[in-house]
Nanobody
Framework: EVQLVESGGGLVQAGGSLRLSCAGS????????IGWFRQAPGKEREGVSC????????YYGDSVKGRFTISSDNAKNTVYLQMNSLKAEDTAVYYC????????????????WGQGTQVTVSS
């Protein structure tokens, strides 16, 4: 059974940083693409970033380019999202997702999702 568990969320002031973790289990990690999404109250779910474990290719949404960095630790079956220069607009529940195809993850159609971690940015 594929499972994804997010951690690392919290409260931070604008301009600060957080690092989120997505720990995976129940699948062959390097066969998958892992993505981060976020959803704020009253807003649509937004793609943040994703990484293909097999070839290292990455994707970033326009709103986070230059501020967020995605990376992986394959030995720990974990993907990280380093978030710098945080803005109030980054406040949301952040979810990780997994699928075998980059296009499926980028489009938000992943088969597997975590339960989310709250990020709140004060200003």
């Amino acid at each position: 059974e594929v499972q994804l568990v997010e951690s690392g969320g919290g409260l931070v002031q604008a301009g600060g940083s957080l690092r989120l973790s997505c720990a995976g289990s129940g699948f062959t990690f390097d066969d998958y693409v892992i993505g981060w999404f976020r959803q704020a109250p009253g807003k649509e779910r937004e793609g943040v970033s994703c990484i293909s474990i097999s070839d290292g290719s990455t994707y970033y949404g326009d709103s986070v380019k230059g501020r967020f960095t995605i990376s992986s630790d394959n030995a720990k079956n974990t993907v990280y999202l380093q978030m710098n220069s945080l803005k109030a607009e980054d406040t949301a529940v952040y979810y990780c997702a997994a699928d075998e195809l980059m296009n499926t993850v980028v489009s938000g159609r992943s088969d597997y999702w975590g339960q989310g971690t709250q990020v709140t940015v004060s200003s």
